[in-house]
């Protein structure tokens, strides 16, 4: 294999000089901006209000109004953090309501998409669907109340679930969430986080005793090294391209580690600066085409390398971690070969890998989903952390191991207690804790976990709800198997949604009935409310009132619920308003402390300081870092004649809400599969050609789009290519589901 650094064709350099990247694929940043503006032009002064006083509802990075504490710079205008990602959302916050009689006869509506259904407009009042029934109708308040509460008050609360999506959510309402389903006794409360980065949180609390990022995006200034595994900030983090922009500057190199060379990460084209809006900037020096899988693999021969060249930080190790004895036995059991053949690169790749790890005295080392959304996700983080530990790059400057998250506060959801095998501050779901969690609530807390994300989902199918409450989200997008989905959901006797917009799995029939409960936004959020960000920043965000329809705010709901079905111990659920919340929040959850005095945009504290593990301090029970071996993945690296390893990954979407059928970045449109040149010459196939990928699941009609990928590796678009991703199969720490998969490949005539 020849050397994994990036370098520049001719045609490459001579398109670089082409000004705003005219005729090439990439985001038209100001184009779009403007569209925006008239997308919106209906209720502008209140799209203001939201974008300058509110805290930004799109990836994690964090922004009060235009405030982004990374950026500081003499000149304010520079440190304006404006991203696509939150303006795409923006609509969401400002749309009017639909008439709601368009839902008396839902077969109207089943054709259309998620994207045209959300262009309807907002949610305005209850709904209710009985079995059989054409469509909705309009209830009260009350009534909806009445309906669930009859079904609570009548059920087994182990045959309750609720699940709160990252969708705009707050603090506030993960944590109202929680304390509803264990006021109601149970633990069958699970949040979004589950479907990402929950491999992340398993792994991290048992070797670094955090679970979170130990460093800050100022990390990424002045370090030497920054390395993206499975991670795509040019489409799920856009404003990190600007820190990777002025990172770059400082002389920091950047490496992917990653089956795609994503476009985005090899060159970018930064709005807000002008040298980059108008000619882009080269972000990524290495290229390594690790496997889908194969980073644990590719880790070993890495450190396999580190350790007999003696490129370890020996100190550290000695000071501050236990079980490297271990991990080097292990290392030293394997074969090259092997760790070739898994991994997909050869040892000439590791050791270029290994050479650019011993000449950084500092680095970040940054993953996401494609690491994490594996069956071995939480080995493959370890194996990040076994590499960040072996050089001491955590608890220091320029350094740290970085979970980084793509959705608005979803580092918040487990440490309020939104998990269905974690209370509040990450705390374990055991009788110890439990028993600690009663005595500061003054009612009983269920001590057995309760159901997980895609548990509920098994737990519909079998018969063994009565009561799915769904807190935004779509578990018929978001989950394996869709058609298997929708017939769980339509097993569970009352489901309820509580949303802002429409999405189709509204229209699943139930066994009794299906109530819509209208949300506000976390801008309309009474007494305001908070999101944490990736970097562990806890920033205020003030109610920006306004009132659509019957819209509620969404923990007023939740806590309404609760008294209503229990009237004569409704005292005991407190947090009467979300100034006494946010109080209770800084007594329950340690970390949070200072929340309680956040008032006002701009407010904000950091939880933890700067660096968690500071000098090499770890919050484990005997004050180390642990290493760990872990087991190679159990499956064949290499493909067959017509057998493929798929993967999938994001175009122009947040989360599961597409924006559109042409990835700007790339050019691939929501049909395209992804495929090496190579593999597609071997099969006869050219650019366009129609495909379909079949395997024992299903089959996924697709158009080849030739890209720079490793051989024998695919990708195609999620949520489309759930349809072939095998319900089931979870990492077994997080329960995150696994969605990769193996594939044949077959023209269609």
Not at 638 to 650: E, L, V
């Amino acid at each position: 294999m020849p050397s994994c650094k990036i370098s520049k064709t001719w045609q490459a350099k001579l398109k670089s000089l082409v000004p705003f990247g005219l005729g090439q694929h990439k985001p038209k940043h100001f184009r779009n901006m403007a569209g925006i503006v008239w997308k919106n032009r209906d209720n502008l002064p209140y799209a203001w209000k939201v974008l300058s006083q509110g805290v930004c509802d799109g990836c994690a990075l964090g922004v009060a109004g235009f405030h982004d504490w990374t950026l500081e710079h003499k000149q304010p205008w520079q440190g304006i953090h404006l991203c696509m990602t939150r303006l795409n959302l923006l609509r969401l916050n400002t749309m009017p309501a639909f008439d709601p009689n368009i839902l008396s006869d839902i077969s109207r509506l089943q054709s259309l998409s998620n994207a045209e259904l959300r262009e309807l407009g907002r949610l305005p009042y209850p709904m209710l669907r009985e079995k059989n029934a054409k469509g909705f109708h309009r209830i009260s308040w009350d009534e909806a109340y009445a309906r669930i509460t009859k079904t609570i008050r009548a059920a087994n609360p182990n045959r309750l679930a609720f699940f709160v999506t990252s969708r705009g959510v707050t603090n506030e309402v993960y944590y109202m969430a929680q304390k509803v389903a264990r006021f109601l006794g149970t633990n069958n409360v699970d949040n979004a986080a589950r479907l990402c980065h929950a491999p992340s949180t398993a792994a991290m609390k048992q070797s670094l005793g955090v679970a979170a990022t130990t460093c800050s995006y100022t990390d990424w200034y002045g370090t030497d090294l920054l390395v993206f595994f499975g991670s795509n900030p040019a489409n799920d983090q856009p404003v990190a391209m600007k820190y990777l922009h002025e990172a770059k500057k400082l002389g920091a190199k950047v490496v992917l580690v990653n089956p795609y060379r994503e476009p985005g990460m090899e060159r970018y084209w930064v709005p807000s600066t002008m040298s980059s809006a108008v000619f882009g900037t080269d972000i990524a020096d290495y290229w390594f085409p690790v496997a889908i899988g194969g980073d644990i693999a590719f880790l070993y021969g890495v450190l396999k390398i580190l350790v007999e060249k003696d490129w370890l930080d020996a100190s550290f190790i000695k000071q501050h971690t236990v079980g490297f004895e271990e991990l080097k036995s292990r290392v030293a059991q394997l074969d090259f070969a092997d760790l070739e053949k898994f991994s997909g690169v050869d040892r000439e790749a590791m050791r270029e890998f290994a050479k650019l790890i011993r000449d950084a005295k500092n680095a970040v080392l940054v993953w996401s989903m494609g690491i994490t959304q594996h069956a071995f996700g939480a080995d493959a983080v370890q194996m990040i952390l076994n590499l960040g530990l072996a050089r001491g790059y955590v608890g220091r400057d320029k350094c740290g191991l970085m979970p980084i998250r793509g959705h608005s506060s979803v580092q918040g959801g487990a440490e309020m207690g939104a998990y269905a095998t974690a209370f509040p501050s990450g705390k374990p779901v055991n009788a110890e804790n439990a028993a600690k969690l009663s005595a500061q609530y003054h009612f009983p807390v269920p001590s057995i976990p309760g159901l997980t994300a895609t548990e509920m989902v098994e737990a519909g199918a079998r018969g063994e709800l009565d009561l799915l409450y769904c807190l935004g989200g779509n578990f018929l997008r978001t989950l394996p198997e869709p058609d298997y989905v929708r017939r769980a959901m339509g097993n569970v006797p009352l489901r309820v949604h509580q949303d802002i917009i429409l999405t189709d799995q509204m229209f699943i029939e139930a066994r009794e009935a299906v109530l819509l409960l209208p949300a506000k936004t976390r801008y309309e959020q009474a007494d305001g409310g908070t999101e944490t960000t990736t970097e562990r920043r806890i920033i205020f965000s003030p109610e920006i009132p306004r009132q659509v329809g019957e819209a509620e705010t969404e923990w007023k709901i939740l806590r309404e619920l609760a008294a209503r079905a229990y009237p004569d111990r409704a005292h005991l659920l407190g947090c009467e308003t979300g100034w006494q919340m946010r109080e209770e929040i800084a007594r329950v959850v340690p970390f949070y402390e200072g929340v309680q005095r956040l008032k006002k945009t701009g407010d904000a504290i950091q939880y933890g300081g700067p660096h968690l593990c500071a000098d090499g301090n770890f919050p484990t029970q005997d004050g180390k870092a642990h290493f760990r071996a872990v087991d190679l993945p159990e499956f064949s690296a290499k493909k067959t004649n017509a057998s493929f390893k798929a993967t999938t990954r994001r175009g122009k979407q947040f989360n599961s809400l597409v924006y559109a059928e042409v990835d700007p970045i790339n050019g691939s449109p929501r049909d395209a599969v992804l495929m090496n040149p190579d593999d597609a010459a071997t099969l006869h196939l050219i650019q366009g050609d129609r495909v379909a990928l079949s395997n024992d699941i299903g089959r996924l009609e697709a158009r080849v789009f030739l890209a720079p990928i490793a051989s024998g590796n695919l990708q195609i678009h999620w949520p489309e290519g759930n349809v072939i991703i095998r319900r089931g199969v979870t990492e077994p720490l997080s329960h995150v589901p696994d969605y990769n998969t193996q594939v044949s490949v077959e023209k269609i005539a």
